[in-house]
């Protein structure tokens, strides 16, 4: 059977794509689209990508009306946070530690929230 290598994008709408795509790179070094096919993309170091449907009533991603949420791996989240703050944006730290590493939360100017997770 043939499998999927990997994620090749992910594509949302957004009441301002330029102004949301400049935040991305702005505050978590994510480059926007290219202007053309000579220049290359955004590339993430390889690591654990979850896959993960949820129940459509969720509290999870927060707003109800958010469809989806992003997790970003990150290597030093205090670091992260600390970056993040400084801009004026608010993050919340879960004050837990699992098993498999610890998490923030944010939004982006859209308001979908984003998941920081720096892995164990």
């Known amino acids: 059977m043939q499998q999927v290598s990997g994620i090749g994008g992910l594509f949302f709408r957004a009441k301002n794509p330029t102004a949301t795509a400049e935040w991305y790179r702005q505050h978590l070094g994510i480059d926007p ?17 979850v ?27 205090d670091a992260m946070v600390e970056q993040l703050r400084a801009a004026g944006i608010d ?13 923030a939360r944010l939004h982006d100017p859209e308001g979908n929230p984003i998941e920081l997770w720096e892995p164990k």
Do not use: C
């Open 51 to 77: 896959f993960a449907p949820f129940p459509q009533d969720s509290e999870h991603f927060g707003d109800p009306t958010k469809q989806w949420m992003i997790n970003f791996r990150v290597r030093d989240l």
């Open 33 to 49: 689209v290219p202007a053309d096919y000579s220049q290359k993309p955004w590339s993430q170091e390889a690591g654990p990508t």
């Open 91 to 103: 993050v919340v730290v879960d004050p837990d530690k699992y098993p498999n590493g610890r998490f």
